[in-house]
């Protein structure tokens, strides 16, 4: 997974860091938690197929790859005229920019102020909390 | 005698629960949330389950990966079966969907109103009856219009282009209270200002002396004798995977199903109860997004998510609503992966989005409960439907040009991004297949349809199941066919109908 998330994001391009600067993991794994059993239980084989399959492809482990080769075999993903294979582009790279981009500083990056427009107007006002009450009947 | 509401959440479960009460509500969404509302408020005892979880603004910070995998079913990554798979957002929280929709209130148009009379012999839910419930419902939700400055630069943006082509921009009416355009609204609204169903009709029902279990999962009805006679649930520990820590019973009078469109059949299957109705006729409003890449600068994240809309393309069952979400899911969607992707995302703050959804005639189908409690249903878009997505989208990109856009990116595989307007026009009659697409539904509709006759659908016109005395169902699944509009008024007026029929029963 750190594998795939280093070349979908990798260092150096139009900003600096990349998905290797930081601890994605936790927040990627954080998130893949969230799915269905079963496809949470499916995960793993899915990387199986991406680690392995690079071996047809480009004659290589995606974890044997450097950056730059690992990118161009997740790009032939998402070009692919194969529905599943550009679904996998997808996901994997939805799981990569949910964490990578939820680090305040990440998204700054690319202009994004996490609301910062709104300030400190109003936030985390106690609505919708509710108290036990007694209602007499 | 002296009523306690509350609500209770995994961490206040020490063993097996037994309650006992009048009315048993399973969900609170846009249906479950209002029928407990009502039916507390006019004196009836109400217990509610709710498979997920109890926040509060506060536990929100509105970025997607903490509310994808606390109050989104699945992590968002809900999805029919078809060619394509369509991906459909569901809530599991208190509030149900309603905690994470983009707030847009429409009530049900006349015309569908009237094809239901025709089609479903409803002849009760015309416009006149359904008035009141209507004004009620906008009434507790506070459905406002907004002012344009709060709406967004990708509304301004659309506006423009709209008004170049002789085209109506407008925004729409939001159910939100002093809202500011934090613009997190599908993440939970930080400020409170969204008026979901946790905020308002939960509380009203608490304060009413409802009794509200959140992290406890409805398993079975218990129907004897042709008669609903209870629940059994499941108190679910939220840490472990929704794993059953304890057994609950709930004894009662009356039940509501209000588990959404696509659980509600599944359930209704698995605690036994028949009709060839159940699951099928599964309308989801296909929708997509069209993002563009402007000459100045947009910063597309600073106000209402979904702030305005354009039903010129009405009669052709094309609908066309902002859309504007964090950049990880929105540049997730948009090609680019490595360097590539770097270079498109340093542009964000110049990129306007949009979206579209399509009054649909397909019909999918939710199929039985599986052990792994994977929703198995199937949505195969049909050709016309196809068709009108595809001119959506083109609809769409010709607006963002005329409003002056770089390039468009429509998501169609077989040609992404668009150069321009003859670009634009040349997609309105490229030959595009199923796969090209990508498809997003928000509004699962029909799955428990409604209808006069026990042969055309599962719930009769007071919402009760044919067949199951005092079991009824009140959410999207009772909803007869695809509305063309966002449901959640519709739903919400329906429930509310539901209720006072129900409390009508039992002489309140």
């Known amino acids: 997974m750190s594998a795939i998330m280093n070349a979908i994001i990798p260092r150096g391009g139009a900003f600096g860091p990349g998905a290797a600067d930081f601890d994605l993991l936790p927040r990627a794994e954080a998130y893949i938690g969230a799915f269905n059993p079963l496809v949470r239980m499916g995960f793993p084989f899915l990387l199986r197929y991406i680690e392995y399959g690079a071996l047809f492809s480009a004659g290589k482990r995606l974890t044997r790859m450097s950056d730059e080769e690992a990118t161009a075999y997740l790009d032939t993903f998402e070009e692919s005229r194969l529905y599943y294979r550009r679904t996998i582009a997808l996901m994997l790279k939805m799981v990569t920019m949910l964490a990578f981009y939820d680090i305040d500083e990440n998204a700054a990056l690319i202009g994004y102020s996490h609301l910062g427009h709104v300030g400190g107007k109003k936030k985390g006002r106690a609505v919708g909390r509710t108290r036990a009450k007694t209602v007499k009947r | ?508």
Not at chain 2, 184 to 202: P, R
Not at chain 2, 263 to 287: D, E, M
Request: include cysteine.
């Open chain 2, 1 to 508: 005698m002296e009523k306690t509401g509350i609500i209770r959440q995994f961490r206040d479960y020490t063993g097996r629960v037994a309650e006992e009460c009048d009315v048993c509500v399973i969900g609170t969404g846009a249906g479950g949330a209002v029928a407990a509302k009502e039916l507390a408020e006019r004196g009836l005892t109400v217990v509610v389950l709710e498979e997920g979880g109890y926040f509060t603004p506060r536990d929100w910070d509105g970025k997607p990966v903490r509310s994808l995998t606390t109050m989104w079913r699945d992590g968002g990554l809900t999805a029919t079966m078809g060619n394509p798979p369509v991906s459909v957002t569901l809530g599991k929280c208190i509030g149900g969907t309603t905690a994470i929709n983009s707030a847009t209130c429409f009530r049900t148009p006349d015309a569908i109103l009237k094809k239901w009379q025709t089609l479903l012999g409803l002849d009760n839910l015309t416009a006149e009856n359904l008035e009141p419930f209507f004004t009620r419902v906008e009434k507790e939700i506070h459905v406002t219009t907004l002012s344009w400055d709060v709406l967004g630069n990708c509304a301004r943006i659309i506006k423009r282009g709209c008004d170049r082509l002789g085209l109506h921009c407008r925004p729409l009416r939001h159910n939100v209270r002093e809202c500011v355009g934090a613009g997190t609204c599908q993440f939970g609204c930080t400020d409170g200002a969204k008026q979901s169903t946790d905020i308002t009709y939960i509380p009203k029902a608490v304060a009413a002396g409802a009794r509200v279990y959140a992290n406890c999962r409805a398993e079975k009805l218990v129907i004897r004798k042709g008669t609903v006679r209870g629940v059994r649930a499941a108190l679910v520990d939220p840490s472990r995977g929704d794993r059953k820590a304890y057994p609950m019973e709930v004894s009662c009078r009356t039940v509501v199903v209000a588990c959404g469109t696509l659980i509600t059949p599944q359930f209704l299957r698995k605690s036994g109860v028949r009709n060839r109705h159940i699951g099928r006729h599964l309308q989801i409003h296909p929708a997509g997004r069209v993002c563009a890449i402007m000459k100045e600068k947009v910063e597309g994240w600073k106000g209402v998510s979904q702030g305005a809309y354009v039903d010129d393309y009405h009669d052709e069952g094309i609908a066309l609503e902002g859309i504007f979400i964090h950049p990880s899911m929105m540049l997730s969607a948009m090609p680019g992966i490595g360097k590539k992707h770097k270079e498109l995302a340093v542009r964000l703050p110049y990129i306007a989005a949009f979206g579209i959804m399509i009054h649909d005639s397909t019909e999918g189908r939710v199929y039985r409960w599986r052990p792994s409690r994977l929703i198995m249903s199937k949505y195969l878009i049909q050709r016309d439907d196809m068709e009108k997505f595809k001119k959506a989208l083109a609809y769409t990109a010709r607006i963002f040009f005329a409003a002056g856009a770089e390039k468009v990116f429509t998501g169609i595989s077989k040609m992404p991004w668009l150069e321009s307007m003859e670009d634009a026009e040349r997609l309105l009659t490229m030959k595009v297949r199923p796969s090209h697409l990508e498809i997003l539904a928000f509004h699962p509709l029909g799955t428990c349809r409604m209808a006069a006759r026990r042969d055309d659908g599962v719930v009769d016109g007071s919402g009760e199941v044919f067949g199951v005395k005092n079991l009824y169902v009140a959410d999207g699944s009772v909803v007869p066919t695809s509305l063309g509009v966002n449901p959640q008024v519709t739903i919400m007026t329906l429930a509310t109908y539901i209720a006072g029929g129900i409390a009508k029963k039992f002489g309140k």
